[in-house]
């Protein structure tokens, strides 16, 4: 027989843990052993010619089995414990005195009887248990002190004493090694309830704990959205009302107006890009925005962005360098790349001093290309180097008091991770900056997506001025 059909076969006439609390299970097992105990104790007392105690144990015996049906399949564990406890000490009061008193093998009985009873009694009762056992001990041990002719001798031979005590020390460490086997195993499998739920307690707790740190970084982005929308996205349209309040009034004079138009011109730019992070972000949050991974010619991208920055660079006398070779192909999200690549272009024209440069480049490393946004400006302070890539960093000014909203780099590490790769900087104060995308290297060029694919040298180097 396997273990587990022994399990089930044990659970079957002791009881499932889960229908029967230990100390009805408990009775159900003592019950059982016992029964075996009182059939090897009647064939024994026949054999020694104990026919007293032998008529005795044969009603023991019935009684027994009736107690354990009504404990084990009629569920009266309450009603079945007290007759047992009742009989059993009747039955050991009895045999003291048929079976010698002292001289024989009942007190060891009686200590045994205690600490089975001690487990299957309800607890608020076993103080009065142990007391009525003492009682009821020394009243037996001072009747046969004071009439001994109430325990007559009834071995009839000094070997069955001998016998009768060597069989009931046989039985009481087989019943003792039992029910301690038991209440081990009732510990083990306690113990381990309890470890399972320890567990399942500690990963509730780091579920808590991921979910609270899920529903800040909600809170923080909303709290980050409602600061856009309500400051840095109406501020710019409040100021485009009063420009273009100012241009209506024909007494501007035309110094006054040229630099209104070009004033009106940085702030257009500057909400269109924050309309397009703004968009962006909302869709990827929305989970509507989901990578489609293609080969990316980097040099046609990167050319198509720099066009679209000369403007801004020119202002600030800056040179907008690609170096960038036809052959750096990418794996990666064509539009995703944009955006993050637009924003960086951002970030390094907006940082850095007039007669500066900013530079793209490529490099290899294993399987990854790295694209490299390089600047000559002002450097990222120490200090914001844990927050730089959330929605907690603070929005800067940058060297011409170009505002920001804070929220490009945020986007900037979320998609590229999306397309499965890496943001990093390399940054010293006042020297200058390096963002780094690592990016799988793609040999498919079979499937390459760019909105231009530049074939000129020349064209991929473009200085503003």
């Known amino acids: 027989m396997s273990l587990g059909?022994?399990?089930?076969?044990?659970n079957k006439v002791t009881g499932s843990p889960e229908e029967f609390t230990m100390q009805n299970r408990a009775?159900?097992?003592?019950?059982?052993?016992?029964?075996f105990i009182l059939v090897f104790s009647l064939v024994f007392d026949l054999f020694i010619e104990q026919t007293i105690m032998s008529a005795v144990l044969g009603g023991l015996i019935l009684l027994l089995s009736a107690m354990y049906y009504f404990s084990r399949y009629k569920q009266k564990y309450?009603?079945?414990?007290i007759i047992f406890v009742l009989c059993n000490y009747g039955t050991l009061v009895l045999n003291y005195f048929v079976n010698e008193g002292i001289n024989g093998p009942t007190l060891a009985l009686f200590t045994i009887t205690l600490v089975f009873t001690t487990i299957i009694v309800d607890p608020k009762f076993q103080p009065l248990l142990i007391v009525t056992h003492i009682l009821l001990v020394t009243s037996i041990l001072a009747i046969e002190y004071t009439n001994p002719a109430m325990v007559p001798a009834t071995y009839p031979s000094r070997s069955a004493r001998f016998l009768d005590w060597g069989s009931t020390c046989i039985?009481?460490?087989?019943?003792?090694?039992?029910?301690?086997?038991?209440?081990?195993?009732?510990?083990?499998?306690k113990r381990r309830q309890a470890d399972e739920r320890a567990d399942e307690i500690a990963a509730q707790h780091e579920r808590i704990l991921e979910q609270n740190q899920a529903l800040e970084k909600l809170d923080d982005e909303k709290s980050k959205l409602f600061s856009i929308v309500s400051h840095d996205l109406k501020g710019p349209v409040n100021a485009l009302q009063e420009f273009l309040y100012l241009l209506s009034e024909d007494a501007l004079p035309k110094e006054d107006r040229i630099e209104i138009q070009a004033q009106l011109t940085e702030q257009t730019k500057y909400t269109s890009d924050l309309l397009d992070n703004l968009m962006a972000w909302a869709r990827s949050q929305m989970k509507g925005m989901a990578p489609e991974i293609k080969p990316v010619n980097i040099a046609g991208l990167t050319a198509d962005i720099i066009r679209n920055k000369m403007s801004t660079a020119q202002r600030k006398g800056i040179s907008l360098i690609n170096t960038v070779g036809i052959d750096a192909v990418a794996e990666g999200d064509a539009e995703m790349l944009r955006i993050v690549l637009r924003n960086l272009m951002n970030n390094a024209i907006k940082f850095t001093n007039e007669g500066g440069s900013v530079t793209v480049s490529?490099?290899?490393?294993?399987?990854?290309?790295?694209?490299?946004v390089t600047d000559t400006g002002v450097g990222i302070d120490p200090l914001r180097k844990q927050d730089l890539f959330t929605l907690r960093t603070k929005a800067t000014f940058g060297t011409n008091n170009e505002?920001?909203?804070?929220?490009?780099?945020?986007?900037?590490?979320?998609?590229?991770?999306?397309?499965?790769?890496?943001?990093?900087y390399v940054s010293e104060n006042g020297n200058g900056t390096s963002f780094y995308i690592a990016l799988p290297k793609s040999t498919d060029t079979d499937r390459i997506e760019a909105p231009q694919l530049v074939t000129n040298k020349s064209q991929i180097k473009s200085t503003a001025r």
């Open 27 to 35: 009775f159900n097992y003592v019950c059982i052993i016992t029964f």
């Open 171 to 189: 039985i009481t460490l087989t019943f003792l090694y039992g029910l301690t086997n038991f209440l081990r195993k009732h510990y083990d499998a």
């Open 5 to 10: 059909s022994y399990r089930n076969l044990w």
């Open 78 to 81: 309450r009603a079945s414990t």
């Open 403 to 424: 505002k920001g909203a804070g929220l490009g780099l945020a986007m900037c590490k979320e998609f590229v991770e999306y397309q499965g790769g890496s943001i990093w």
């Open 362 to 372: 490529t490099e290899e490393e294993g399987d990854d290309l790295l694209i490299v």
